[in-house]
């Protein structure tokens, strides 16, 4: 279970352009529970990420994974127990190594190599059938280098390489994003499967509204850091595209746009 309680996040604070983004913020995230989130652009949905991630800090409030404190923790340590896909493929995968290479950095996350090899190779079979997986062909090109994949091998490679160690949390962060659509509904239908084998906490920001109506457990819309929109269960069924266009227009009128 994920719990952030009076959350308050500045941004700029002292200056003339000091804005409270976040103010005494509420989330909890039930295990097993993926949520997708929307809303526009500044409502605060990839800083929420970046705050449960530990990548910017928050200036009140409290975080909870699994029941312990983790408010002050260091993102690195987080990044232990928390596996995240960026929006950028090229920012989940080193493009300099090899597909082995990436895949062995991948299963050794949180551990110490000492003067021991990088790549056991008594994992390879491992990683070849983890690969044959995806269905992209990449288990028979372990020896190519990440960098003269497609956007997609990346993104699934990313994908497969933040689930391959126990995590307690999985983030997504407009990972279709860059893809053209054929090859994000391909990830789409990975990430689902993934989640459901792997039984994973998943929390994915998209600004796809048919991913956020068909996948998940639980819809979110934000705007203005606040939740205003919060559907789970048979009530998120119900929800459909028009539902969530009509009120990101109720919002638009609002804000005189």
């Given at each position: ?12 604070p ?52 699994e ?55 008594t ?57 053209d ?32 109506v ?44």
């Amino acid at each position: 279970m994920l719990e952030l309680k009076g959350i308050h996040k500045y941004y700029n604070p002292g200056t003339v352009n000091e804005m409270c983004l976040f103010d005494n913020f509420d989330l909890s995230v039930q295990k097993g529970e993926f949520i997708s989130i929307v809303g526009s652009n500044g409502s605060g949905k990839t800083s929420l990420l970046n705050i449960i991630c530990g990548s910017i800090p928050v200036e009140a409030g409290t975080i909870k994974l699994e029941g312990k404190d983790i408010t002050r923790e260091k993102e690195f340590k987080r990044n232990r127990r928390i596996g995240r896909v960026h929006q950028n493929p090229a920012m989940g995968t080193c493009p300099n190594m090899t597909i082995l290479e990436n895949m062995s950095l991948a299963d050794n996350k949180g551990k110490f190599f000492g003067l021991s090899r990088g790549t056991n190779k008594t994992r390879i079979d491992a990683y070849k059938e983890s690969l044959r997986q995806l269905g992209l062909g990449l288990e028979d090109k372990l020896n190519v280098k990440v960098g003269s994949l497609s956007g997609g091998q990346r993104q699934a490679m990313a994908l497969l390489m933040s689930t391959m160690t126990p995590i307690d949390f999985l983030i997504l962060d407009e990972h279709t994003a860059a893809l053209d659509p054929k090859t994000a509904d391909l990830i789409m239908e990975l990430t689902d499967k993934i989640v459901r084998e792997k039984q994973l906490t998943t929390i994915m920001v998209t600004h796809n509204l048919r991913y956020a109506v068909e996948y998940g457990t639980r819809l979110m819309m934000m705007h203005q850091g606040e939740c205003i929109l919060d559907k789970k269960g048979k009530e998120k069924e119900e929800v459909s595209v028009d539902t969530i266009l009509s009120l990101f227009n109720e919002i638009s009128i609002e804000c005189g746009n």
